[in-house]
């Protein structure tokens, strides 16, 4: 019973001792008013600052226009770079369809010469006219005079010129192997070496290949001007046994096939375009 009544008292004891700190009035005065201290302090903080940003925005007026400069400045390069975007892309789709279909033009237009040629070159009456050419060419004591005049010239000319006037080239020349002139129809080349801008198509018609020239412009010399732009489109001619004895090339004229390419389907304001090879 003591141990009892002593737990008993010593546990009221405890809960009289711990009631002062829970429910003493003083302390929460205390504490209300360090709350209600802090609270004003930020409330005369907030108050000051409010009412000084009239002054200071008053105080620096000019701020404002430079900022709305630099934000409409941004937002006009955003949109500048964003239009440039779009229209550069849209030339690019523009000059790519253009391309594309230039490109497949010319491929189309040197299919067709080099099949023009391909067919002179292989007609009888071109091949026995160009054979003996070639062979009064290698003869000892043929002259280019006699060269010219030869029955062969005249009937390589006479078969050819028709056929060159339905089909709009120019002119013709005959090479041989050895790069020189063995026809055309200027007697006054006949015999001589092959220009340095007949490379253009010669190298590649004496492998045995067909070849267009790019076009070119024959230098003029002291007393006579330089020719217009011209073209060549060339093919080896074979003998009857298949070795080839000479090049046959055709003059083309640029400005009637090549360049009108490129004024069919023009852009901007001059419609000027410009092609150039690998070189």
Known sequence: EDEGEEGGSG???????DEPALTNPRA????????????????????????????????HLWVWPLLGALVLGAVGA??????????RAALASRLTTLLNADVAALRLWFYEQESNAKVFASDARFQGAIAELAAEARAPGTTPEKLAASHSAQVLELYLKPLLEAQRYRDFVVLSTDRRILASPHPEAVGR???RY???FLEKALAGQLAVSRPFARPGTAGTPGERANMFVAAPVRSTNGVIVAVLALS????QGFSRIFSVANMGETGEAYAFDRR
Do not use: D
């Open 11 to 17: 546990g009221s004891g405890s809960r009289i001792e």
């Open 28 to 59: 929460c005065n205390q504490s209300k008013g360090v709350m209600s201290a802090e609270f004003g302090s930020r409330t005369n903080t907030l108050a000051r600052w409010l009412t000084r940003v009239p002054l200071a925005i008053s105080e």
């Open 78 to 87: 955003w949109v500048r770079a964003r239009v440039e975007g779009a229209t």
């Open 193 to 195: 070496q092959a220009p």
């Open 198 to 200: 007949y490379e253009l």
């Open 252 to 255: 083309l004229r640029p400005e």
